[in-house]
């Protein structure tokens, strides 16, 4: 199947790990030119010696203003088919553990960057009359995970905000979608094997496990099945696809609605 990005102009921040590494590649082995982001050097230049100039390095904390201006100055006035806004999110803690700082710092890290970066891709997507948003959330706006209050709460702000979102920039050719992924082998799950492991006075190992039994496949996810779905949703072939928090887990989800 020809998803028709080659040669179009992608963003993909967190980029050098997990769903953000497995997007950009994805994207890049179809064709397609990405500026990718991540908070480290580690990573950035590997891949771009291999993709050579079909990639652009972007390196700083996208959560900030500064490098949202720095994002956009290296984009300057091309066409941008598709961004996947894509970060880190909040420690795991329980409510009691938590303080104020803790909600207004998990405010910064998972809701405010991304309707500030929001914006300045409208400025350049609206008057294209094209693009595509991806916003990388988790399995947690539908069901929560324990632990995880402050990511719970804030992601189902982003869910909220792209619902809303989709239904004012639709006329535009402009489509906003959340990918709510579970439980995938990504550095992000070993800090919570970590942490359960902690709680239950069990291995990592034995958490591991625990995790994987609550996933109707009986194993992790591969980021790389998410970046198969990432990729047609930034595809033209995706453009009557707008509004929607789409689960990526495994049947860890028993919902109706998941």
Do not use: C
């Not at 490098?67 to 970060?87: E, H, K, T, W």
């Not at 591991?208 to 109707?216: A, D």
Request: proline share 4%; glycine share 10%.
């Amino acid at each position: 199947m020809d998803f028709q990005v080659s040669n179009r102009l992608f963003v993909v921040t967190g980029a050098t790990s997990g769903f953000g590494a497995a997007i950009a590649t994805t994207l890049l082995e179809e064709g397609a030119s990405v500026i990718i982001n991540a908070r480290k050097p580690e990573g950035l230049d590997d891949m771009q010696k291999k993709y050579g100039n079909r990639v652009e390095v972007l390196q700083g904390d996208i959560t900030t203003d500064a490098v949202i201006a720095d994002l956009f100055r290296l984009i300057g006035s091309r066409l941008l088919d598709g961004m996947v806004a894509n970060a880190g999110g909040p420690p795991a803690k329980s409510f009691a553990e938590t303080q104020m700082a803790d909600w207004d710092a998990a405010y910064a890290s998972i809701l405010r960057w991304k309707v500030k970066i929001t914006h300045e891709l409208l400025d350049k997507m609206i008057p294209q009359g094209y693009g595509r948003i991806i916003y990388i959330e988790s399995a947690a706006v539908k069901q929560p995970i324990e632990n995880l209050v402050l990511s719970n709460a804030m992601r189902l702000a982003v869910v909220g905000f792209v619902k809303t979102l989709s239904q004012e920039i639709a006329q535009h050719g402009i489509t906003a979608n959340v990918l709510a992924p579970g439980y995938h082998a990504t550095p992000a799950m070993e800090r919570l094997f970590a942490n359960k492991s902690m709680l239950l006075g069990i291995s990592p190992e034995e958490a591991r496990k625990l995790f994987e039994k609550e996933n109707l496949t009986g194993k992790l996810g591969n980021p790389a099945d998410l970046a198969s779905l990432a990729l047609w949703l930034l595809s033209p072939h995706a453009a009557f696809i707008t509004g929607q928090t789409i689960s990526v887990d495994g049947g860890l989800i028993k919902g109706t609605m998941g």
